[in-house]
Each structure stands twice: as C-alpha cells, then as structure tokens.
C-alpha cells in the first residue's frame, strides 16, 4: 500500500467551530455585548452579532455522526464532539485520523469573513477580524504549533488596512490569508480591478502569503435553482430544488475563480502570488485549463490579453488544487499537475471521511508511486505554506 506510516499527512483544509469566548476576551468592553456571542433560541445555540442572528449550520459540525443524523438546522455545543471547537481535542481527533497537520477556516465569519464585510459598523468589524486573527495564532495554533497552521482574516472593505493585518499577522507566524472565491457578490470590485486589490497582492508577495479560495467564501450558491441565493448564515433563503443540488455544484465557484484570475492580468503585475483553490476537487482542473488555452489561442488578439503566456502556464505557476475524495483528478494527476496538488480532510463539515481519512486516502493513492503520494498528501501543502517539518 502506497501510503505508508512515513508519509504525513497535511490538510490544507479543515474548519474550526469559534468557542463562545473567541470575541468577548477580546473585544474592549464598550463593544463586548455587540461582539459576536452565543445565546438560546428555540433550544438552540446561535450567534448573535450587532442586532444579527447567525446559527451554527448542522452539516459544518457533523463529525462523529451516521449520515442519517445530519442536517442544516442549527445545532447546540453539546451536540457536537469537542473537537470541533477545542483545539486540544482537534489534535487527538487528527491523531485518530491519521492527519499530522491542518490549515483550519473559520466558521461564524464566513470562510472568507463575509459577515464582518457586510457589517455596517466597521471599526467592530476590523476589531472582530483582528480578535479571530489573535485567537487563531494566539490560542488555536498555539496548542499544538506544529500540528495547527494559523491563517487570518482580513478587513476587506479597505485593502489598506487588509495589507496591514496581512504583515501583522505573517509577523505572527500566519502562512495563509483567507480571501472569497470572488469578491463580486460581497459587492467589492473584482479580480480585474487594476487598483484596488493592489495592496493586499503586494502584502501577500512581501510576506509569503497564499491566498486560501475556498468554495462559497463569496457567499455565491451555484445552480440555477440556487442563482438567487446568498450563502449568508442565518439568511439562507432555500429554493424549491433540494441542497444537493448546490452541495453538488459548490467546486464549479472555483472554475470560475480561476478563469477570472488566469485572464486578470493580476498574475503578471504580480509573479510571486500564489493561490490555493480550498475544496474544489481537481478532476475538474485539466479541462478547463484546455478549454482557456482554446480561447486563448483564438481570442487574444482584439482583447486586453496576454499574448505570451498561456493560462496553463499560469495555472502551473500560481495554483494548487485541492481535494478530499476525486477519483478522477488523481487518475489524472499529471495533467492537474503532481507537484500542484494537496490533500483535504474538511474536518469535522460533511465531506470529511473522518475518522477514517487516512484508509481512504490508502485507497484513493493505492496505485500511485510512492515519491507522488509524499508529494499528493504533505511535501506540496508545506512547500506551499512554508510549513516545514520540525
């Protein structure tokens, strides 16, 4: 079996459940009851966050449960398994997977920290980033520094302040910015902007920073049925189509994403910046790398386009793929490109194979060379947060 007991495994995407002091221990005390905190309602725990409501959503803290358990409706603390939220028992949890090490997104902010950009109060806003940012390196991380790799929010709304937040918390020990797979939906200028990201690609590139994409941090749910929709906690409004159909399409935000960036121009200002697309799977990546090309080859002449270099070129250069469970993509491996793609585990949201990860990572890599599957399941995920071993 290729996976052997040397081989380490590295999640680049896992997701921690905010305890209900993250906030309130750090938040000067004029703002502490409009801080983010947890109260009852209806028998259950939601956040409350500046006059909002915010729950829990069920399918992000089912680990430990059957399938036939599992729902969106908000759940309590006590329903969950401490490892969820405990980062003493996140450890252990990883221990019984088999995972030596995870990049953890936050959950009440948004995967991106979208409800902090939609909040009308802006200066609680840049306090709450900064305090889940404190909280990730400070207290999270810090249980366990080899084993949790801090990431950080940052205050979207001014790039300027996100590029000071970016230096603060890589000065911290941060090796990756969480950013929505697009800003468009949150209602920021987009990747094609020439102006306005420009200071947080040049904090990233001064400070080693990947920027972590993952599915749905631009609050957009895709599907035509869902076109309406906004992955905005406690405002999800379904339509008559069931989830699935969303759960189904959520890595298509990410094929998005990267088309508007390999055609940006972002990638040429800026050569070093590098961009880690968190759930999208990676069966999907060698498709769409030819069909840019094709249009590329075709279209570049009347339109303000590299000529020179391909968007595949691009893609190999400023992407990594990532997966939990695609057959296909790591069939095709060499073509989503070996040393450009990481394993995941979603640890504890339902897509995770916890506790059983590693048997099915075994299974998934059973018929590929060994020196890949070191590369497939850590050497990638370090070389790409600078993470070595210790």
């Not at 502490?32 to 956040?47: A, D, Q, S, T, Y």
């Not at 979208?114 to 806003?125: C, H, P, T, V, Y």
């Not at 850590?378 to 600078?386: D, S």
Request: net charge negative; hydrophobic share 40%.
């Amino acid at each position: 079996m290729p996976l052997q007991d040397h081989h380490q495994i590295i999640s680049v995407d896992d997701h921690l459940i905010e305890h209900p002091m993250v906030w309130q221990d750090r938040l000067p005390q004029k703002f502490k009851e409009r801080g983010p905190r947890i109260e009852e309602l209806n028998n259950k725990h939601v956040w409350h966050y500046d006059g909002d409501i915010f729950p829990t959503v069920g399918l992000n803290a089912v680990a430990g449960k059957p399938p036939e358990e599992w729902g969106i409706d908000p759940v309590r603390y006590e329903d969950m398994i401490p490892g969820c939220y405990d980062p003493k028992a996140r450890v252990k949890d990883m221990d019984v997977d088999g995972v030596e090490a995870a990049l953890c997104f936050p959950s009440l902010p948004g995967f991106g920290g979208g409800i902090f950009q939609r909040a009308k109060d802006k200066e609680l806003a840049l306090l709450n980033v900064k305090a889940w940012n404190d909280f990730s390196v400070d207290e999270w991380c810090a249980t366990a520094p080899s084993r949790l790799i801090p990431m950080s929010l940052i205050p979207m709304w001014d790039p300027k302040l996100s590029a000071a937040e970016i230096r603060r918390t890589a000065a911290m020990g941060a090796r990756s910015v969480s950013f929505p797979d697009s800003p468009v939906p949150l209602g920021l200028p987009s990747f094609h902007d020439k102006t306005y990201w420009e200071p947080v690609w040049d904090a990233c590139e001064e400070t080693g920073q990947v920027l972590s994409l993952h599915f749905g941090s631009g609050s957009y749910v895709p599907g035509f049925s869902f076109s309406g929709t906004k992955a905005i906690p406690g405002q999800v409004i379904l339509p008559d189509a069931p989830f699935a159909v969303a759960i189904t399409l959520f890595s298509t935000n990410l094929m998005w994403t990267l088309v508007d960036l390999m055609f940006s121009g972002v990638l040429q200002r800026h050569p070093k910046l590098q961009f880690s697309l968190a759930e999208g799977g990676i069966g999907w990546i060698p498709y769409i790398l030819e069909r840019a090309d094709f249009v590329w080859e075709r279209h570049r002449h009347y339109q303000t386009i590299d000529f020179d270099t391909r968007p595949s070129d691009l893609y190999y250069k400023h992407f990594w793929g990532c997966f939990i469970d695609d057959e296909f993509g790591v069939e095709n491996r060499h073509k989503v490109g070996v040393d450009r793609m990481m394993l995941e585990i979603d640890y504890p949201h339902s897509d995770s194979n916890w506790p059983n990860s590693r048997k099915r990572a075994a299974d998934l890599l059973a018929n590929v060379p060994d020196n890949e599957v070191e590369m497939i399941t850590e050497t990638n995920a370090r070389r790409m947060l600078n993470f070595p071993r210790v």
